[in-house]
């Protein structure tokens, strides 16, 4: 049986952040933004919240590092923030939490999100072929401005589906997030490919149900997205193909047509 789909992981797969501000200019951005909000609810910025922005990270990376070597069940972020709050002496609603969370993440257009040159080309070349195409990917955070952003960036027309952590409620490697995707586009395992830069989530994860898994290895010299599991080293499972770029997907065998 051969492959039908391809599922592509996003951060670091897809696009990456060649030209990411100085982390002064994000702090700064940060706090503002978190200013901003907190006048339209009465608060001020004064006193230990200027480390607001600072204390959600901070929690943020922990509970997303815990959950990535645990259970895998996606943390509620905007219960985090919520909880970072009332540290700093400001009781939210559960909407006012969602609110912070989403203004605390800045969005990749501001942080110089790019996608990688051979992307577009690769996706157009990979669907005349008769490849179906979904994305599977871990991030804290969903919604309206990043569905947004997917549009942006001219991924949207190729995805038949997109399944995010943080709205099936598993991170990657669990099986449940790419069983989604399975589900959703009609699948077996054995009809798919994954691609991914994580060893762990996206090779271990894809192998474990029985799906071709690529692994993109990813560049050595560029930071890596917040609140998502780290691309991994040497020494974890080894994927079925190994690439360098996403254009070299087409040369593999599974794709040659």
């Given at each position: 049986m051969g492959i039908k789909a391809v599922l592509f992981d996003l951060g670091d797969t897809l696009w990456h952040f060649p030209?990411?501000?100085p982390q002064e200019v994000v702090r700064g951005?940060?706090?503002?933004r978190i200013r901003r909000l907190l006048a339209t609810w009465g608060h001020h910025m004064d006193g230990d919240?200027?480390?607001?922005?600072?204390?959600?990270?901070l929690t943020i990376e922990e509970a997303t590092e815990r959950a990535f070597r645990g259970d895998l069940k996606s943390p509620d972020y905007p219960e985090l923030c919520?909880?970072?709050a009332a540290r700093h002496g400001l009781n939210l609603s559960r909407e006012q939490a969602e609110a912070l969370w989403d203004t605390w993440n800045l969005g990749g257009q501001f942080l110089g999100r790019?996608?990688?040159?051979?992307?577009?080309?690769?996706?157009e070349a990979l669907r005349q072929r008769g490849f179906r195409l979904g994305a599977v990917t871990n991030r804290g955070w969903s919604g309206p401005r990043f569905w947004q952003e997917l549009d942006d960036l001219g991924l949207t027309p190729f995805f038949e589906t997109v399944a995010v952590s943080c709205e099936v409620g598993?991170?990657?490697?669990?099986?449940?997030?790419?069983?989604?995707?399975?589900?959703a586009m009609g699948l077996r395992p054995e009809e798919t490919a994954m691609v991914g830069d994580s060893l762990r989530a996206d090779v271990?994860?894809?192998?474990?149900?029985?799906?071709?898994?690529?692994w993109r290895r990813p560049p050595g010299d560029e930071p890596v997205e917040e609140t998502t599991d780290p691309p991994d080293g040497e020494g974890g499972p080894s994927p079925d193909y190994t690439i360098?770029?996403?254009?070299?997907?087409?040369?593999?065998?599974?794709?040659?047509?």
């Amino acid at each position: 049986m051969g492959i039908k789909a391809v599922l592509f992981d996003l951060g670091d797969t897809l696009w990456h952040f060649p030209n990411m501000p100085p982390q002064e200019v994000v702090r700064g951005e940060t706090v503002e933004r978190i200013r901003r909000l907190l006048a339209t609810w009465g608060h001020h910025m004064d006193g230990d919240r200027i480390y607001l922005g600072r204390d959600i990270r901070l929690t943020i990376e922990e509970a997303t590092e815990r959950a990535f070597r645990g259970d895998l069940k996606s943390p509620d972020y905007p219960e985090l923030c919520r909880q970072v709050a009332a540290r700093h002496g400001l009781n939210l609603s559960r909407e006012q939490a969602e609110a912070l969370w989403d203004t605390w993440n800045l969005g990749g257009q501001f942080l110089g999100r790019q996608l990688f040159p051979d992307v577009i080309p690769t996706l157009e070349a990979l669907r005349q072929r008769g490849f179906r195409l979904g994305a599977v990917t871990n991030r804290g955070w969903s919604g309206p401005r990043f569905w947004q952003e997917l549009d942006d960036l001219g991924l949207t027309p190729f995805f038949e589906t997109v399944a995010v952590s943080c709205e099936v409620g598993y991170l990657k490697p669990h099986p449940r997030i790419f069983q989604v995707a399975l589900e959703a586009m009609g699948l077996r395992p054995e009809e798919t490919a994954m691609v991914g830069d994580s060893l762990r989530a996206d090779v271990a994860g894809a192998k474990a149900l029985g799906m071709l898994a690529i692994w993109r290895r990813p560049p050595g010299d560029e930071p890596v997205e917040e609140t998502t599991d780290p691309p991994d080293g040497e020494g974890g499972p080894s994927p079925d193909y190994t690439i360098e770029a996403i254009g070299q997907l087409l040369h593999l065998p599974p794709f040659r047509k």
